[in-house]
């Protein structure tokens, strides 16, 4: 069988062939991204396999389409809004959570449904279930009408207490179907079901104004692969590392948003546990971003809401820019540091870089394509660390002379050289980046030291080195082909469901009760899908009575729930209370078993590297020297050498300081390690 993934970034989509008949043989394919015609570029990467289709049992593919649409706040599907009479405006009013504080003119996003398009109906229920008033059946009726006469695409029904309640949710949206309403309709009680309403809202407001891009646009992806023969299970990247199928990523668009992040993650979690690895930090540095995540036992760190579409500041997310959106999801850490990432100088005359980007059009000025400001890509190319002539195999020109002239504008400004300006946008982007790391591993109470860095995306080789040293990192693995390697992620996802249900209420009160009935539901929901074997994995979000925000922590049964809650608050936070322990949520994921690619071990051949294939004049940051310059395609397994020296590949390159040696290990990875200065 072969398997295929496809990771469409915003510079580049990758495509990754997996025969496991010939396992050590892995075929990549690198093919740059159309931003307004995503599917095209994945489709070009595929037509040369055409032969090979009939063949290919799995096609996986991470997207960014949701997150550039909310960022651009184009092709998202006119939507109206349907809640509780006096609730109108509860888009605007949201949470006290001021992105600038104290910039008195600070702008929030701009709601994703308009003022006039929201319409409140008279009926509310009681928290406890009662009925306080009784749907207005006439207000229903009216709003029906305005509805499909207005021209809507989409609605999302949000009204009181409906997580626990959703008798009239459902008597809305029955309503809006007797009246003839054919468009995509969400219930919040089915897209988040659980309490505090404005997340709630904002949840199924983001996953209703998705709905019909992501569907259209998955529908028209799968076309597309039939007509060239293609005809195998295609599956979508979530964004907690799970798959879905196209039916249900059409439906639940909200739980792909952050898809291509999470693909990177999840082949670090496979290489990891294959190299028997316990604690590794991630960092994916692309063409536009670098972003950074941890793995510890196996797992990465996951939280359950996030702001869609937010600014970030220093890999921080900054609250109160974006949408929030209640989905589980890889926590990682983003910078605007990737290739592609601008220098200027700005307008106290100092140097910065970041955080715009010349993206994939114009790009660089490497690239020629009428692009004149200098970015990380023209430095790394000055500093004679990237070979303009080899990327791609040579399918990439780049264009030494115009990164010298792009550089050589910002060096003049500062009168300093061109290398030493090359060499101070370097340490910059490395500065911001190392902010990344930082923040995953020292910010949440882990020492860097006791972990292995996995870096890869197009341009993390070139600054892993520096990256380690920074933080004391001893051990550095870079897979084979980095610039794909997340694309390979894609080939080891399960497919997943996720299943909630509130429970609020103490944990000495029968918390097993409402697992039970989450079991149920999860089971018959998978039956529909005809999903009949599947692994469960059972979390509890719990809390002291009175907090405002939870802990999500593994549930057993008989397992004593207060006694597990104090000792992670104490973990993290250096106390624990004696007061009542509130269960929150019950959530359960279903894991459904689906075939993977496996990484085959070659045995070990210990030998010096080959013939270098040049040398050239680089930049430690410090000092230059003359390094030798090798082909990966010419190392085996067992292969080893010491640096300062370049390592070229297809889709990367790799910078080994002064203080490493590396090996090749049996899985073709480049396995660095620190030395002492004296060797």
Not at 196 to 213: G, H, P, Q
Not at 222 to 235: A, D, M, S, V, W
Not at 238 to 261: L, M
Not at 624 to 641: D, I, L
Request: glycine share 8%; charged share 25%; hydrophobic share 35%.
């Amino acid at each position: 069988m072969i398997y295929v993934g496809v990771d469409i970034g915003g510079t580049f989509t990758d495509t990754v062939v997996f025969d496991e008949n010939a396992p050590q043989h892995v075929e990549i394919v690198k093919v740059s991204t159309d931003a307004n015609e995503l599917e095209k570029a994945v489709v070009e990467g595929l037509r040369r396999y055409q032969g090979k289709a009939q063949s290919v049992s799995l096609l996986s593919h991470a997207t960014t389409v949701g997150t550039n649409a909310l960022l651009t706040r184009t092709g998202l599907a006119k939507t109206a809004l349907i809640t509780n009479q006096g609730f109108r405006d509860i888009l605007e009013i949201g949470r006290q959570r001021r992105p600038e504080l104290y910039n008195l003119r600070t702008q929030r996003p701009v709601p994703l449904v308009r003022r006039r398009d929201r319409f409140t109906v008279r009926g509310r229920m009681r928290v406890d279930g009662s009925q306080l008033e009784q749907l207005n059946n006439e207000d229903l009726r009216t709003f029906a009408q305005r509805i499909i006469q207005s021209g809507f695409e989409a609605v999302s029904i949000s009204l009181l207490h409906s997580y626990a309640y959703p008798a009239h949710e459902n008597k809305v949206r029955d309503v809006l179907r007797e009246a003839g309403f054919s468009g995509h309709v969400d219930v919040s009680s089915e897209i988040d079901p659980e309490y505090r309403e404005y997340e709630r809202t904002s949840t199924t407001v983001v996953n209703s104004v998705l709905s019909l891009l992501v569907s259209k646009y998955l529908t028209r992806l799968e076309r597309e692969l039939r007509l060239i023969g293609f005809h195998c299970p295609l599956y979508v990247m979530n964004s907690d590392g799970t798959a879905s199928t196209i039916t249900q990523a059409s439906q639940r668009p909200v739980s792909i948003i952050e898809s291509g992040p999470a693909a990177g993650v999840l082949a670090s979690k496979s290489l990891a546990s294959v190299l028997g690895c316990r604690k590794a930090i991630t960092f994916d540095m692309g063409g536009t971003t670098a972003k950074a995540g941890t793995i510890i036992n196996g797992r990465p760190d996951l939280a359950y809401e996030f702001e869609a579409a937010a600014r970030t500041y220093h890999g921080r997310s900054i609250k109160g820019s974006g949408y929030p959106v209640r989905q589980p999801f890889i926590d990682l850490a983003e910078v605007s540091a990737g290739g592609g990432t601008i220098a200027s100088i700005d307008e106290t005359g100092g140097l910065k870089v970041g955080p715009e980007s010349a993206g994939a059009d114009p790009g660089p000025a490497a690239y020629g394509k009428a692009g004149r400001q200098a970015t990380v890509t023209d430095a790394n190319i000055v500093a004679g660390r990237i070979n303009p002539t080899q990327l791609l195999s040579g399918n990439l020109q780049l264009h030494y002379d115009l990164a010298v002239e792009a550089i050589g504008r910002l060096s003049r400004t500062l009168g300093i050289s061109v290398e030493k300006m090359a060499e101070r946008i370097l340490r910059i982007v490395n500065n911001n980046m190392s902010r990344a790391l930082r923040l995953v591993s020292i910010e949440r109470g882990r020492d860097p030291r006791e972990y292995t860095l996995i870096s890869f995306g197009g341009a993390g080789p070139l600054h892993a080195c520096d990256l380690a040293e920074e933080l004391g990192i001893k051990r550095i693995v870079i897979p084979l082909h980095p610039g794909l390697f997340s694309a390979f992620g894609l080939l080891t996802a399960e497919l997943s469901r996720t299943f909630t249900q509130p429970i609020l209420r103490p944990v000495t009160a029968s918390v097993e009760r409402t697992f039970t009935q989450l079991r149920e539901r999860a089971r018959r929901s998978l039956k529909q899908e005809a999903f009949t074997t599947y692994q469960a994995m059972e979390h509890v979000d719990l809390r002291y009575q009175g907090q405002a925000y939870e802990i999500t922590l593994p549930y057993r049964r008989h397992t004593n729930l207060a006694r597990l809650f104090s000792r992670e608050h104490q973990k993290l936070y250096g106390y624990s209370s004696n007061d009542t322990v509130e269960a929150v949520n019950a959530r359960l994921r279903a894991v459904i078993p689906t075939p993977k690619a496996r990484l085959a071990k070659k045995s070990l051949r210990p030998s010096r590297p080959p013939a270098t294939i040049s040398s050239r004049r680089m930049s430690l940051l410090g000092a230059w020297q003359k390094v030798p310059v090798y082909s990966r395609e010419t190392f085996r397994p067992g292969v080893y050498g010491k640096g300062p020296c370049i390592v070229e590949e297809y889709d990367s390159t790799t910078v080994i300081g002064k203080h490493w040696s590396w090996t090749v290990d049996g899985y073709e990875n480049l396995d660095l390690t620190t030395r002492s200065k004296s060797q």
